[in-house]
């Protein structure tokens, strides 16, 4: 057993040098008092390994061991799977040192040491790779192990569960193909039924006695050799299988999910073993040093008498809130309490503990900053300020910007929710697009969604994948579902910018239109029956599940007594800190991406200092505006062009001022129309015969139009401003409608609104010298015509790598740059968003791509081309206005790189806009 | 009248410095002796001016004048049409000059000064711009013209052609909308049948008298101000008018299909008139000092007596062979010989002249480097180097290289063609303008010749004779045949220029507007029925006519004694002295894209030292293969895909055999599949059952499989080597097939293939990381079952922006990249080549572009991309093997772009490696 606690605290050693001979250090000691490693290296020794080392050195109790570097994983991985050749010897000699300090021998019979082999990488990746304990048994030692304890039936429940453990870990023998039972499950539900009981805490010694035989002969049979007996040739067999697990699917998984490089490798730490299970006056345990699911301050945890830590996290038996500890055994409940005191102190941040106690005496396991909600890190964040334990730049630092969004969304009601999943009403899966809670009747098509709408129903829209043309439906409705599809797919990208609880590619759902039912397996839900999606899960379940809104939602865009106490709480006070302290830190300016007033008043409400991205073809969706658009696309000439143009104009002048009214003096980047005009048209023949009878022309005609105007790839077509350019009169009157607007409002309010009138698709400048010149004469004449003029700027998006590369001759026109890092991304990598989904997944899974290039910026390339366009536009132009506007805006990551470039906003949909201003601000702290 | 010829040759002045206080000088005279210009400021004076400045340096009989300089153009357009200011006294200055040299004053109404105003820029752009003849006549000066001639009839009819031409070109006095004739044409015509005549000649000098009077007050009419009567008013009208022509639309369109920069601007000559028109002692005439269309060494031209120059050009009357000048004035005849000689000799190429005679003298109005068809280009190089005037590099540099395709355009074929005219199929015949034979549709007008070509059919334009409006039409059509005109009318000139085949001047034809038909005789051929135009013969047949390759062609691919004689002809001889000196000067290899064997034999006899690109989805389409390659995509798991792929082995590999059989030892790189699956299946529903029938599945799977790889942008899919990635089956089988062929031939043949084995679309390192040891893997495999190894290297295309930023990172694995251009050009500029048709014409023709990209390589924002994966490329991997596969790698700029980036090959389809041979020699001999 491990020495007693108490021992002063020793003074911190030097960090070791590495091994003589240049040769680096591959293992890491620790015992109480005195550790090699510290809390710095985690990179080396895994945040496990550094923190075992950090309490060690605190003089905590922890049992002694030793940790084997994340090098040696990444050396065992580049080199077919062999150690370094020194390993071995390091190892022999912490071993050794362990014996000694413990008076313990491997694979001794009277007096053995056992130890757990765990895995440890620099971040957490909980449940990822795998784990032995008990490792050191074997047929002596077992014996040993028991006159010990003078319990055989712990010692031998012990190695049963060590030789399973062992087998599945280290030789996988697993459950056979078919099979969902191991065949070490199978055997002791058999011996259970046998002896006529239910519970592991049933059978005697001699039973588990039985089973280690039947285990033995299981191996024997499914490895053709019996169960390996040298505790030295365990250890290396378990050391190799953890460094293994490294690459199994879910660690691989997990680290695409969450951007962790494969090269980082895992640590190994084998520690000596300490007993939860060994009767009354043992237990096992995990705390929180806060609440992690609201923040509050207070000791918060669970134990489990006479248990391993397998059994708490197996979820067997139901653990003990950790108050109850100090009824039970409180002398090691004060000891608990003041370590974790302790801890919180030192780490200056809520731990997350991990504790067993074995015959009373308590053992620290483990300790790391603990995982916590997005409500919760705001809370802890501006309570350790209050406290005095943080800075304010501390704080803003420790809250994860994409947690924000947690409390922007409405939420199921949490016990409605599990009680939904538990009742298997979960009906499948996506992706989680759009964070947030919705319930409705399935829509099917947007007209279905508007219907439900206006009859005051609440619908959910379902649809293979969204295009430009179910924009009405997607607002009309709750949520969106789609089968296809990516994170930035459009349902995706609208919906996230409408603030939609989203969730797309649903790969496994089938829309069978004929029965008009949505069909997963054999089970079928037909349209108007209630669905529910979670966007914050991608869960979709059958029926209704109650949501409601944020207490920050509530706060900031609510009314009347609600609201006020929806300001009241420590939540939105929390949110309100962290967002103020992030304004007074941040160098960047956030904007939003929004086409609609109401759209305006929700980002301004949420802090968007301006908009970044009106997308002016968006307004033209609207019941009366469609038809004179198509109209427009349908005419012959351009004199019919002109009218049907004349009758868009006060429609979109409309648009404009309800825009100019909510931003006041704030900037408004308006940029004209993008999308090829395919887009507007009807492609279905009914809604083309419906729209000829409208405008008295045949069918066939529309058919023809929409035939000429269909193109093989769309997105690299007659788009942006090269419509612009073939057809002027759309820029003129768009112009004309946006600054008659604009000098409108400034009448009206007094407030000169400030216009940034932004040109898409620019891949050369003589494009932009086409377009401006028509933009400033159309600009001259509105002002002349209005007797007033407001503030402009012309400008234009870099969005393809050619206006990039030439980004210094487009400056010479441009005065300001945003980045529309869309389409940016999608030519780069020569992707198309729409129809990434066939290998996305694939590439992010087989680690090609660290992440999905749509989601978070690809700083190498996509950023290479925005590095080079910054350099050249300043060298044209010093003093040009730069900005983001893709979806990157909103990406924290993305963010950051955007203040390294030093550009003046970034822009991203307005239920991002908390998560930009904390991002923008972590940015510039850690700049 | 100018000074007396004869006089000593001068020694060459100093160069003109600017004009005092850094003032640019604008102004530059000339006079038979001296002159401020030479031939070597074409950029300044254009080409007409620095060679008249020129051939009076050589003491040759040149009307003297005065030139203004290209910078008053770009001046003049960059000022909103302003002069600058100091133009007006430097002007004036060299028209003082001018008058005291003749004797003769601007205006004086008894000895007056008539100049002629001519357009000239750096390089011919032959009728493009506006010319204005007999400036400085008025109703004063009328009568002092006709004193001094003494020919009354001469001095009016030379007042109203200017009247005319000064209406026309600077009061823009021109037909009425929905006529085609002007006003002037019509009073005119008018005219001659109230006197009841036919031809000008019969008209008097009252006639002409009258019709002066008419003219003027239609210009009273049209423009409401007399037509003005001071010449100096007159002058700077006409000057104004030619640099406004610089950017009329033909001259934009010609500088478009000619790539011109707009800013290079015009220059402006001022030439004392003289009159080819005044008598039977008078006459002009164009001249060749070789044969234009053959390049055979002969003096070769035509005159007309009695005529002014635009006569000759417009083509109304036909001119005579310039031999026949030796009888009518056997001295200036002489003289002219003399002077064509000694031209020849001082420039040292063939040159193209223009003279006129006025009474009895010579005066040499132009000369300049003569237009010549691809087949004189070639042997009055090869001619000048035997005759030791221009050295092998100089004659490489004197072909365009794109001239050289048409010496591999295919003739008819000759028994054919005996039997046509044998069978009477012989329509008429006319002038051999343009050699090659083609047959097509005919077509009346330019529009009906766009309007075939877009519909993917061949047509002739048939015309009474081209103007420059006319070029659109000619370049769709493929061929020209006019009624009127001789060798040297605009159809030859333009026609011979864009490698048309051409015939004009077949005087019998009868172009019967109404009926929209042709007559010759009796004998009527209607529009949109085929006729067959052989320009080497100058006939014209009714029907198609089958052709047969090329003398070239003939010789490197025919065989027995054809071939043989063929090989004998000065064309091949030619051609084959150009080649042999090309590939003695380039450093540049030469590959082709090819797919077959017979593609292959075809490159490798034009000199293909490669293949640069080998499309392995090509194969697919064969009539066996199609069907396992359906099957493959069709399969449901890898086990059937396999099983499908291992069907398609056997094919993929005998198809490499036949390629390595016939590149022997050169090298082959061969690029896995890269189109997306869905161009395999058919998208038609009859098709589709057929296919279902036949493998046994149901339609509607079929139609299931096709909308599941549907995509949106097909081009930014799924495809390249994201194929290869989600189906490692399909590049393992084309490996195993590349390799297996190429160990077979080994063996068969005892050369051993080199295979360049190229991954496509790659955009990140990684991506080729997953690929390359797959691929190497196979390999290995492969040589070991065959026991054998043949040498091969892996590498990638570079065709994606991104490939192009992070190339330092691709070369750790790519041993060579091969540059796809067509790619990169589309992803760089975000242009679907199959979809820019909508704008990219008119992004050309409003100046945009200076060209399209996808012909001509985009340097500046695609070359930079390909500069920073050259640099990068070699920075990680010094001995990087470059090179180019796209569409670039045949078109003579990109070549040059390419040696400059230091590639080692370029690679262009198997016809155009006569053109890249020579390309590369000249990018090579300027670099």
Tied chains: 1, 2.
Aim: hydrophobic fraction near 40%; include cysteine.
């Amino acid at each position: 057993m491990p020495p007693r606690p108490g021992s002063p605290r020793p003074k911190r050693p030097k960090r070791t040098k590495p091994a003589s001979k240049g040769r680096p250090k591959f293992v890491y000691t620790f015992r109480e008092g005195e550790a090699e490693g510290d809390r710095d290296q985690k990179n080396l020794l895994g945040g496990k390994g550094a923190n075992l080392a950090e309490m060690c050195r605190l003089g905590l109790p922890v049992p002694p061991g030793f940790t084997i570097t994340t090098e040696v994983c990444s050396h065992f991985h580049d080199r077919s799977h062999r150690f370094p050749p020194s390993l071995r010897k390091e190892l022999n000699g912490a071993l050794d040192q362990l014996e000694k300090s413990m008076g313990k021998r491997f694979g001794d019979p009277t007096n053995p040491l056992l130890v757990s082999v765990r895995s440890g990488a620099r971040v957490s990746m909980p449940g990822m790779m795998d784990t032995v304990l008990n490792l050191g048994l074997n047929d002596e030692t077992v014996d040993g192990l028991a006159n010990l304890t003078e319990n055989p039936r712990f010692a031998w429940d012990a190695y049963r569960r060590f030789i399973q453990m062992y087998s599945d870990v280290v030789l996988e023998v697993r459950a056979a193909k078919g099979e969902t039972q191991s065949p070490f499950t199978r055997a002791l539900d058999d011996l259970k039924r046998k002896r006529g009981v239910t519970e592991d805490t049933e059978l005697e010694a001699q039973d588990w006695m039985g089973l280690v035989r039947t285990y033995k002969s299981l191996v024997k049979k499914a490895t053709g050799k019996p169960f390996p007996q040298d505790p030295q040739e365990q250890l290396w067999g378990a050391i190799g299988a953890v460094f293994h697990s490294w690459n199994n699917e879910r660690a691989i998984a997990y680290r695409s999910m969450h951007m962790i490089p494969s090269k980082w490798g895992t640590a190994v730490t084998i520690m000596t073993m300490v007993y939860g299970n060994m009767g009354d006056t043992s237990g096992t345990g995990v705390a929180f040093t806060r609440d992690p699911s609201t923040g509050e301050k207070r000791f918060y945890g669970e134990f489990l008498m006479n248990a391993q830590g397998e059994d708490v996290v197996a979820g067997l038996r139901t653990p003990k809130p950790i108050s109850n500890l100090l009824e039970v055994m409180p002398k090691a409940y004060a000891q608990l309490e003041r370590i974790q005191r302790l801890l919180e102190r030192h780490y200056r941040d809520m731990q997350d503990l991990e504790f067993t106690i074995e015959q009373g005496r308590l053992f620290m396991l483990q300790c790391r900053a603990g995982k916590r909600t997005g409500f919760a890190a705001v809370r802890i964040a501006t309570d350790l300020v209050k406290e005095r334990k943080i800075t304010q730049k501390e704080a803003l630092l420790r809250v994860d910007p994409e947690a924000l969004d947690q409390l922007l969304q409405p939420v199921f009601d949490r016990v409605e929710q599990e009680r939904a999943r538990k009742d298997g009403r979960v009906l499948t899966r996506g992706l989680n697009a759009g964070p947030g809670a919705a319930s409705g009747r399935i829509a099917f098509t947007p007209a279905e969604a508007i219907a439900y709408k206006e009859a005051g129903e609440k619908s959910i829209l379902v649809r293979l994948e969204t295009s430009p043309e179910d924009i009405r439906g997607m607002q009309a409705s709750m949520g969106i579902l789609t089968v296809r599809g990516g994170m930035t797919s459009h349902a995706a990208l609208v919906g996230r910018q409408m603030g939609k609880v989203c969730v797309v590619g649903a790969a496994h759902l089938r829309i069978e239109e004929r029965r008009r039912t949505l069909r997963v397996g054999e089970r079928r839900v037909s349209a108007g029956e209630w669905i529910s999606i979670d966007g914050t899960t991608g869960e979709v379940f059958v029926g209704q599940l109650a949501t409601q809104p944020s207490q920050v939602t509530q706060a900031l865009l609510g009314k009347g007594k609600r609201a006020e106490r929806a300001a009241q709480s420590p939540t939105f006070k929390a949110y309100s800190a962290i967002m103020r302290w992030a304004d007074k830190h941040r160098s960047m300016a956030i904007r939003a991406n929004a086409d609609q007033p109401d759209q305006c008043r929700v980002a301004t409400a949420f802090g968007a200092q301006g908009i970044g991205l009106c997308r002016t073809e968006h307004m033209f969706f609207g019941e009366k505006k469609i038809g004179a658009m198509r109209e427009m696309i349908l005419a012959d000439d351009t004199g019919a062009r002109k009218r049907a143009l004349a009758k868009l104009l006060p429609l979109q002048r409309r648009d404009f001022e309800g825009i100019f009214m909510a931003m006041g003096r704030r900037p408004v980047t308006i940029r004209t129309l993008d999308p090829p005009l395919h887009e507007f048209l009807p492609h279905e023949k009914p809604a083309q015969r419906e729209l000829a009878k409208k405008l008295g022309l045949k069918p066939s005609d529309i058919a023809a139009k929409v035939e000429s105007l269909t193109e093989l790839n769309p997105m690299l077509g007659h788009r942006g401003c090269r419509l612009g350019i073939t057809f002027p009169e759309i820029t003129q009157m768009q112009v004309r409608a946006v600054f008659e607007a604009a000098c409108n409002v400034a009448k009206r309010t007094g407030k000169k609104p400030r216009v940034e009138l932004m040109i898409p698709l620019i891949a050369s400048s003589q494009e932009l010298e086409v377009q401006e010149p028509l933009v400033r004469a159309t600009v001259e004449e509105v002002f002349a015509k209005k007797g007033i003029r407001v503030p402009f700027l012309v400008g234009t998006m870099i969005e393809l790598p050619r206006a990039a590369l030439v980004a210094d001759a487009i400056a010479r026109t441009a005065e300001f740059f945003s980045f529309g890092t869309n389409d940016l991304t999608q030519t780069t990598f020569g992707i198309s968003r729409d129809d990434a989904g066939k290998f996305i997944p694939e590439y992010i899974q087989e680690g090609i791509y660290a992440g999905d290039p749509f989601a978070s910026l690809d700083t190498r390339g996509v950023g290479r081309l925005m590095e080079m366009a910054v350099e050249q536009g300043r060298a044209t132009r010093p003093g040009i206005k730069l900005g983001i506007c893709g979806e990157h805006g909103g990406d924290p990551r993305s963010i950051e790189f955007c203040e390294a470039l030093g550009l003046a906003y970034v822009s991203c949909s307005p239920y991002r806009i908390p998560i930009a201003r904390l991002a923008a601000a972590q940015a510039a702290l850690r700049a």
